[in-house]
């Protein structure tokens, strides 16, 4: 019964409030500030949330989960190794890659770039699966030709094909490569046609403009390297257990070779996503404290004007306990209240983000043309957890004053 009277006089309290237009004007701000808190902190947040998620699944579909690399550089013995990692439980596939710089020169421009051979099955799923913007391409084959005369493929990425003004099909594109032949005058580079067979986007610009495809073979043949390999490509079935398969990868092939998992090539710009999402969640959640010092004062206020009911209760034998619990009790409701509407307004305003693209992005910028939106319940439940604890902590000191106040400076005050 105790609590029960507690409760019904906050609650009282509370609606006796609108009557007093001052006090009612402060709670009402209050109410306000904690709800465009929560909701501002919701919105904010999920888009943080969605920008790492989104980039983090444009970095797996163009990169491997796990890369192997041999101390030295390249290594022929490849195949032992191939076998020894498919036997390692988590992993789906392991190809073998080459690459090398290269210098790119269309009919108009120059540019530097990567130059990636891949296994033949490899080279055609990624010319399938990849967004071709061309219309004209000729299907892509999985290895040259045997005929010195025929021209073989490659892939090339959407930002460089438009810095070198090259469209899909065109044979135009050449290729002057590092490791070129020796002689009395010195390593002269190589020179050599390509057709571009293919133009994806990955959605990652800076990936696109550095990094060109074509099949292992061709690669090969182009470098001098034999049936050398410069490292192995590992795909897994959960690309979080990385760092742990890449250890145990590491202790079956032995020391000669060296890991880099999708999470360190990437640990730069996965860093700073996760330290945005701290910073604008501190700097947000001060609009819930500003609310927070309005609670304060709206409390402080309704202390001095309810002195005499307080000396009442007192004087019936109210414990310094039950007073503070009326007066916490309406800090928490404004809080609650205040969070619940925040959270509600928040997966609206989410809700009508992710249907509708409102703002235009700079994809080669923000690496999406439209804000992601991703909600996680840990978030939501942080952010609701945080703006209640900030209620709760503003309503304590003004519960404590009204629980000290004794009878008679009640009544002399009231």
């Known amino acids: 019964m105790r609590l029960a009277y507690e409760y019904f006089a906050a609650w009282r309290y509370l609606k006796a409030g609108k009557k007093k237009g001052f006090v009612s004007l402060i709670t009402i701000l209050s109410l306000a500030g904690v709800t465009v808190g929560v909701m501002t902190l919701v919105v904010v947040i999920a888009v943080m ?5 989104d980039f983090k699944a444009r970095v797996l579909g163009a990169q491997p989960h796990i890369l192997l690399m041999r101390h030295g550089g390249l290594f022929s013995t490849y195949r032992p190794a191939l076998a020894t990692i498919e036997s390692i439980a988590g992993i789906t596939a392991a190809r073998p890659f080459i690459h090398s710089q290269v210098v790119l020169r269309s009919a108009k421009c120059l540019a530097g770039a990567m130059l990636k051979g891949l296994e033949p099955t490899a080279f055609s799923r ?19 030709p045997d005929s010195p005369e025929a021209i073989p493929h490659i892939l090339i990425g959407k930002a460089l094909a438009e810095e070198l003004k090259v469209k899909c099909g065109e044979q135009v594109l050449y290729l002057i490569f590092s490791q070129g032949n020796r002689f009395a005058i010195g390593r002269l580079p190589a020179m050599r046609r390509f057709v571009v067979a293919g133009i994806f986007s990955t ?151 992710s249907q509708y693209q409102f703002i235009d992005l700079d994809p080669s910028v923000y690496y999406f043309n439209k804000l992601p939106i991703k909600l996680e319940s840990l978030d939501v439940l942080l952010i609701t957890a945080s703006a209640l604890l900030i209620c709760f902590l503003a309503s304590l000191y003004p519960s404590f004053l009204a629980a000290r106040m004794t009878p008679v400076e009640g009544l002399r005050i009231g």
């Open 49 to 53: 949330t969605g920008a790492e998620y």
């Open 126 to 144: 990624l010319a399938t699966q990849a967004e071709i913007a061309g219309t004209s391409c000729p299907p892509p084959t999985d290895s040259a």
């Open 203 to 353: 959605g990652l610009d800076e990936y696109d403009k550095a990094v060109i495809y074509t099949p292992l073979a061709e690669a090969q043949k182009i470098i001098n390297a034999g049936d050398a390999a410069s490292g192995i490509e590992i795909e897994l079935k959960e690309a979080e257990k990385a760092r742990e398969i890449a250890q145990e990868i590491k202790l079956r092939i032995g020391p000669e070779f060296w890991t880099m998992d999708w999470m360190q090539m990437n640990h730069n710009i996965f860093s700073a996503l996760r330290l945005q999402k701290a910073v604008m969640f501190i700097i947000l959640i001060l609009i819930v404290l500003v609310a927070a010092f309005n609670i304060a004062g709206s409390l402080f206020m309704m202390v001095m004007e309810r002195s005499k009911d307080i000396a009442i209760f007192k004087a019936m034998g109210a414990t310094n306990t039950s007073i503070r619990r009326i007066f916490i009790f309406k800090g928490m409701v404004i809080g609650g209240v205040g969070s619940l509407i925040g959270v509600l307004g928040g997966f609206i305003v989410c809700s009508i983000l």
